[in-house]
T-cell receptor
Framework: EPEVTQTPSHQVTQMGQEVILRCVPI?????FYWYRQILGQKVEFLVSFYNNEISEKSEIFDDQFSVERPDGSNFTLKIRSTKLEDSAMYFCASSGPGGSGQPQHFGDGTRLSIL | GQQVMQIPQYQHVQEGEDFTTYCNSS?????IQWYKQRPGGHPVFLIQ?????EVKKQKRLTFQFGEAKKNSSLHITATQTTDVGTYFC??????????FGSGTRLQVQP
């Protein structure tokens, strides 16, 4: 069964540094998402992406964050000037045509630790 | 903004007992999805409910969507140790983003 893949599985970074989290969505999916989950808490929506542009973002997704689809397969989340509170699990997800209402398929996540 | 709450936060049951988690949204939902997250894992889609009053079953799991489309429930009959995990409801309000509930963590004692 096709999967969403994320790399790296764990990223440790010094506060103030930039990180790029990478995702390869399922190949025929059109909608891509980033979520974060602080340890022990709920999954929080960050951003959705469709047709090479952001279609929606939450208030968490401020100027510190950006997303990109640099080629036909990768989808990245960049976090600039990382802060301690950015430490969390970051999940990428994708869904097929139909937009709202489609099941979202999640990757295994990247655990981001800011020191 | 939209808030989705779940109760209970945590439930510990003996294997074979039933389990129910309840989900309540502050706004009407166009549809609701349920996800399961095993410890250390990622959310995995279980089911989607769309119609008011809809009930769907998956083996020992029964999902219900309220008449007002603001609440939902998941009931597991005769829990097994493989049911361990956190169950999240998640709702769309017509946007392309899921708002996840606070989750119910289920622990099953063998």
């Amino acid at each position: 069964e096709p999967e969403v893949t994320q790399t790296p599985s764990h990223q440790v970074t010094q506060m103030g540094q930039e990180v790029i989290l990478r995702c390869v969505p399922i190949s025929n999916h059109l909608y891509f998402y980033w979520y974060r989950q602080i340890l022990g808490q709920k999954v929080e929506f960050l951003v959705s992406f469709y047709n090479n542009e952001i279609s929606e973002k939450s208030e968490i997704f401020d100027d510190q964050f950006s997303v990109e689809r640099p080629d036909g397969s990768n989808f990245t989340l960049k976090i600039r000037s990382t802060k301690l509170e950015d430490s969390a699990m970051y999940f990428c997800a994708s869904s097929g045509p139909g937009g709202s209402g489609q099941p979202q398929h999640f990757g295994d996540g990247t655990r981001l630790s800011i020191l | 903004g939209q808030q989705v709450m779940q109760i209970p936060q945590y439930q510990h049951v003996q294997e074979g007992e039933d389990f129910t988690t309840y989900c309540n949204s502050s706004t009407t939902l166009s549809n609701i999805q349920w996800y399961k997250q095993r410890p250390g894992g990622h959310p995995v889609f279980l089911i989607q409910l769309v119609k008011s009053g809809e009930v769907k079953k998956q083996k020992r799991l029964t999902f219900q969507f309220g008449e007002a489309k603001k609440n939902s429930s998941l009931h597991i009959t005769a829990t097994q140790t493989t049911d361990v995990g956190t169950y999240f409801c998640a709702g769309y309000t017509g946007r392309r983003a899921l708002t996840f509930g606070s989750g119910t963590r289920l622990q099953v004692q063998p």
